[in-house]
């Protein structure tokens, strides 16, 4: 197959100066463009940088393979950009924390184009790329017609075993469906050979199912590799055999280490031309299906989380500083039309941008539960796991109209129905109580596992095969899961809700410090849940009454996000290594910038993937924040947490200072910890899990 085919000497660019990727990303957009493969060049390069924020192009040996994929792309085609220059590690990051990219590859990907000739060539090149010899020949090629004959001339090399110890299978995904799936796949292929086995990989990429591994395949293999970043489908077919279960990345840094691991699972098993059947079939790793789901889920909600929360950031600057009203009153239905404020024109369509983006946050749960059933029981699960997140995050009770009572405190200060921490509070008293995330994962595992049930058990007649997905499975499932909020999932987590935001009532009139403690503690704990809102809505009655400041409160809210935003940036730097994955520290980002404009739902990713490490070092760390600048004489009256509240604070350098301590304290907290889990890991010889 002529890799030539999907490039020309117009897009090979030897000997370039450029210095950083900006610089690149925009010279091969434009050059796309001016060849006619992409519409636009700033939407490709949007794709480009959109590929770049899900995990790192660059490989080793100074390879990197950035791709955009969009419908801007006319036609599949890849660019060669060989530097004069390597850029730095920091310039352009690899999986080889030490690597120096020198050479790109540059593909452009059509958004539907699964199957095409051109696409397939793009795969192709991402598995010859695996090969070293390969990725020299093209360093050293000379001109861009050398570099051309080169990729019409050199063929992927034939593996042959050293021997016949067995088959080995895989099965490898990565996000875009391209580069990882088939450098992983080939990475496999060639240890294996090396190593004296047979392998077969299959591909689930952009071109669907590739190299499908049959039932007679399976028979015959010793262990199967699972090599990927998002939810693999048919595993069904692999329930008997020894498995290992890695990111995309591990056989591409080492695959060496991943046979070995998988190795060590078969334990003497020989080849055999026969049935290969396990006196006890092996289950996949319970564990590791919880890991990946809850990644396929906050995947799926991160864009949601992000665009709710630039709406709200937009709407309230603004509101404040453009349109000169009170920070307080932004979202407030005094600025509906029929409100008393009369609002019209621009101050209307302001407070509906903030409004909407306070809608788009409560179906991030919804979106979560969806995707977490996704990824264990694939389209079936969805309807039953948007149903527990529609109910973890309390719309029912929005929807129906739950009835709400201010509280006394509330309609004395003037704040009737313009604060949802009033209303949540309310919707206590009344019962409406959502389960918060906690219910959105446990709800979203529950029908993942119950559909993928249903599929595998329930039977029925070939001629309704079709009611199956689209009527019995969704019906039964979406009444188990309603059956099992009310009667279980919501009592128990709302009832826990309940009792923490009782506690808070009746411990305010404690000292000073302590209920600072006990505010910040219950706003940190689920990051704009139902507890965060009890605890408020209490506080903001109390402000109002001039009884007790939201110092702690506000410091609360952004310490936990700007501190765990924190941390995926400087870990490398404190333990001379990443402790998160890749979805986590482009999460982490968010989180820090979110952390600012006081939308601590930032934080959300990192609870759900580890809440037994987040939760508490939040807490640990909002309380230390609090007390700290409590103590050294910092007030804050109005509930304004976000970087433009700061100038309304009494004792500023012992605000600042408390926040700082708190975002140290949640940084350096998570740091560590992780660290120390990753180094306990190693030692075992297990493979990390975030």
Known sequence: ?????????????????????????????EKFENEGIVESADAYKAALYERESMGVTGFENGLAIPHGKSRTVKKAAFAVVRLEKPLAPSDYASLNAENQVDTLFVLAIPDAQAGSNHLMLLADLSAKLGDISYVKKIKAAKTPGELLTLLDSVE?????ANGNKGLILGVTACAAGIAHTYMAAEAISK???????????EKQGANGIEDRITASDVSRAIGVIFAHDVALGELERFTKLPKVDVSVSEPIKDAGKVIAALLEKVDGRQPSNETVVDEVP???????????SVMTGISYMIPLLVAAGLMMGIATLTWAYLLHLPMTAVGSAAYLPGGAAHAAGVTLYVNYLYLFGGLLLKFIYPVFGMFVAYAIAGRTGLVAGFAGGLFASGLQFTIWGA???????TAKAGLQGTNTAVASLAAFNKGAIPSGFLGALILGLIAGFLVKWMNEHIKVSKNLQAIKPMFLIPGLSVFVIFVLNFSLVQPVFG???????NWITSMSGSGKLLLTAIIAACTAFDLGGPVNKAAGAINIALAADKTFPLTGRVLAIVIPPIGLGLSTIIDRFVVRRRVYPEDLRVAGGTSFLLGFIAISEGGIPFMLRNPLITIPINIIGA?????????????QWLPLPAIWGWPLVA????????????VLVVAFGNIFVRFALIKRQEARGETVDY
């Open 282 to 292: 092996q289950k996949q790793n319970f564990l590791k299906v919880l890991s990946t």
């Open 623 to 635: 309380v230390a924040g609090s007390t700290t600048a409590v103590a050294l004489g910092a007030v």
């Open 403 to 409: 009835s709400i009572a201010i509280p006394a405190t």
């Open 191 to 201: 240890k294996a050979a090396e190593m004296g086995y047979t392998a077969k990989v």
């Open 156 to 160: 992927k090399a034939e593996l042959k």
């Open 651 to 662: 004792n500023i350098p012992a605000y600042l200072l408390g926040l700082l301590v708190g």
């Open 495 to 501: 009832g826990m809700n309940q009792a923490i935001a």
């Open 1 to 29: 197959m002529n890799l030539s085919q999907a490039t020309s000497e117009q897009l090979i660019f030897l000997n370039q100066p450029f210095m950083t990727k900006e610089e690149i990303f925009q010279f091969v957009a």
